[in-house]
């Protein structure tokens, strides 16, 4: 089956940590470049970060660099997202998207994982 | 970093009605935008890519128009299934941004 199944949410105090996870299924993991969107309660999307392919580049949200790494694993076909330094402005769904270069669009998406930072 | 500003921010309408959704970019973005449709408690899903082609599978009573600065979503004639949560991204430069999202409320 063609899937996105995020993991990982949870409750974490302000400056905890906490690390997504983002199985992937269905389709060739190691050819697309991946993405991570986030959805404050009741509010618009937002984009997170995004990594090429075979992982050598990476780019952020000015909101989140120094704290958040997105990394994968096209062996474990498996994106991940190492969020530190947590503010309670980060609570949010957090979405795994795949995103087709030729097509220009995200033809994928998760069913999504809720952070919730609070103390 | 370009700012999408997605207007209005919700309308009500009636089944069968045309609708119009406007996006605007702080500076010229080609045709590097795309349109999405989010429900209550679901993730989004893809309509139209590079400004105005239609994803497969989308009902063809959805386009979208533009370039440049300015862009359109129309849905010729509005149905039960389309009441939901608009936004348009632009993938132009990073970071990639969003607009703020149009509600369509039943009328």
């Known amino acids: 089956e063609v899937q996105l199944v995020e993991s990982g949410g949870g409750l974490v105090q302000p400056g905890g940590s906490l690390r997504l996870s983002c199985a992937a299924s269905?389709?060739?993991?190691?050819?697309?470049?991946m993405s991570w969107v986030r959805q404050a309660p009741g509010k618009g999307l937002e984009w997170v970060a995004n990594?090429?392919?075979?992982?050598?580049?990476?780019n952020y949200v000015d909101s989140v660099k120094g704290r958040f790494t997105i990394s994968r694993d096209n062996v474990k076909t498996s994106l991940y997202l190492q969020m530190s330094s947590l503010r309670a402005e980060d609570t949010a769904v957090y979405y795994c998207?795949?995103?087709?270069?030729?097509?220009?669009?995200?033809?994928?998406w998760g069913q999504g994982t809720l952070v919730t930072v609070s103390s | 970093d370009i700012q999408m500003t997605q207007s209005p921010s919700s309308l009500s309408a009636s089944v069968g009605d045309r609708v119009t959704i406007t996006c605007r970019a702080s500076?010229?973005?080609?045709?590097?935008l795309g349109w999405y449709q989010q429900k209550p408690g679901k993730a989004p899903k893809r309509l139209i890519s590079?400004?105005?082609t239609l994803q497969s599978g989308v009902p063809s009573r959805f386009s979208g128009s533009g370039s440049g600065t300015e862009f359109t979503l129309t849905i010729s004639s509005l149905q039960p299934e389309d009441f939901a949560t608009y936004y348009c991204?632009?993938?132009?430069?990073?970071?990639?941004?969003f607009g703020g999202g149009t509600k369509v409320e039943i009328k």
């Open positions: 269905g389709f060739t993991f190691s050819s697309y470049w």
């Open positions: 991204l632009q993938h132009n430069s990073y970071p990639l941004t």
């Open positions: 590079a400004a105005s």
């Open positions: 998207a795949k995103w087709v270069q030729l097509e220009s669009t995200f033809d994928m």
């Open positions: 500076q010229g973005i080609r045709n590097d």
């Open positions: 990594i090429k392919p075979d992982g050598s580049e990476k």
